[in-house]
């Protein structure tokens, strides 16, 4: 009896509704089910071959995101066609078509077991996750295979130029909003951004690039706390790190310890090194935010050296808080991103962040291009290298 009244309580008790984000939320991941087709019998009698199964595609498309995928395949579920088997009149069995599903550019697959498959980095791009198996000849007794089936997890990363890190209520989403035609919801509280934001920084010569605003880090995300690898996963696709950092510093809650501007810096290397040690050989700036409050420019004087030799400031800081290897910047900005015109400009303007935004990764961009260029000789190279070998054996 009390059992009954407990499901008849619970029965009536009004739900809270979700909220809108739950309800429309960002998604980088889903998990699906992919089934390849079987290959198709042979035909002993005339040596037959059947026909073979067919793939399980991915395809990369740029317009696309996952919450889409989801849209267009409810059941997530993935099955390629069987091959046909072999007869009188099709002595090799036609084979089966493949299953194909359009994905977001940026989206990496993992099988259960944590193996990856394959990254989609390129529109276009394609990548057989699940692949048939082969019809029936006479080295498997005519009989045709099955193909594969697993679950699969496709991981999306998002692929910016530049990528926003810094601590919940720091100002990242009023750069994006500033600096592009990005809307994100902007408010006096922390953690008001809940999923990654992309905009687009315009140039009047039509150049364009996208900056990545992601939900705020706290200490401890490299071991997944707050919104953790959900979100610091993104960061390891962009080309240009930009750190955003409230002068006045940060506090979680009044049960954690005040961070001053250069504790928030030294913790934010710490948790990129400690997610991944990469991210700190990443081009970085960092931008000195609402420096219109009280007592800004004090602040911002007395660590701006410290910010330009972290690598000798940090030894001030406990081993637990010291990071290994020490962020680059290539160049340090006081800025209020959120002004009026009508006001009295404060630290640098919006334009010249954008433009030493562009500089810098065009800067960044030259080595690489210079090391395609050498491998592209070298390769060169060795190709007339090859011919002219070639050439003396048939002499």
Not at 37 to 60: D, E, S, T
Not at 71 to 86: C, D, I, M, P, Y
Request: contains cysteine; positive net charge.
């Amino acid at each position: 009896m009390v059992w009954l009244n407990r499901v008849l309580l619970y029965a009536t008790k009004p739900k809270k509704p979700l909220r809108a984000y739950k309800k429309t939320g960002f998604l980088d991941s889903i998990r699906i089910y992919v089934k390849a087709g079987a290959g198709g019998h042979g035909l002993p009698k005339f040596g037959g071959i059947g026909g073979q199964g067919g793939n399980v595609v991915m395809i990369a498309d740029e317009n696309l995101s996952l919450n889409d995928v989801v849209k267009q395949h409810k059941t997530k579920r993935l099955v390629a066609v069987n091959g046909k088997n072999s007869s009188h009149n099709f002595i090799l069995g036609p084979p089966g078509a493949d299953a194909t599903m359009q994905v977001p550019v940026g989206v990496s697959v993992y099988t259960d077991e944590g193996k990856n498959l394959g990254e989609l980095n390129e529109a276009g791009q394609q990548l057989i996750v699940a692949r048939g198996g082969p019809g029936g000849h006479p080295k498997n007794g005519f009989l045709g295979v099955i193909g594969q089936a697993r679950s699969v997890r496709l991981d999306l990363k998002l692929i910016a130029d530049i990528g926003l890190v810094g601590f919940p209520n720091a100002g990242k989403s009023t750069l994006l909003k500033a600096v592009s035609h990005a809307r994100p919801k902007i408010a006096s509280y922390p953690f008001t951004t809940i999923k990654p934001n992309v905009g687009q920084l315009m140039y009047k010569d039509l150049r364009q690039i996208s900056m990545a605003d992601l939900p705020g880090l706290i200490e401890g995300a490299h071991m997944n706390k707050g919104m953790g690898h959900r979100f610091l996963k993104h960061v390891e696709r962009t080309k240009l790190l930009l750190l955003v950092v409230d002068i006045n510093g940060f506090q979680l809650s009044p049960q954690h310890e005040h961070r001053n501007c250069l504790d928030t810096i030294v913790l934010l290397n710490k948790e990129l090194e400690m997610y991944k040690k990469d991210l700190i050989d990443k081009p970085s700036m960092v931008i000195i935010n609402k420096m219109d409050s009280e007592g800004a420019q004090e602040k911002y004087n007395q660590v701006v050296d410290k910010i330009r030799h972290l690598d000798e400031a940090i030894m001030d800081y406990p081993e637990e808080f010291r990071p290994e290897r020490t962020l680059k910047f290539d160049e340090i900005v006081p800025l209020v991103a959120k002004q009026r015109d009508d006001e009295p400009k404060i630290g640098a303007s919006i334009e010249y962040v954008k433009d030493r935004l562009r500089k810098l990764l065009d800067v960044h961009a030259l080595p690489d291009q210079g090391k395609q260029i050498d491998e592209d000789v070298k390769l060169k190279s060795k190709l007339e290298g090859e011919l002219v070998e070639r050439a003396r054996k048939l002499v």
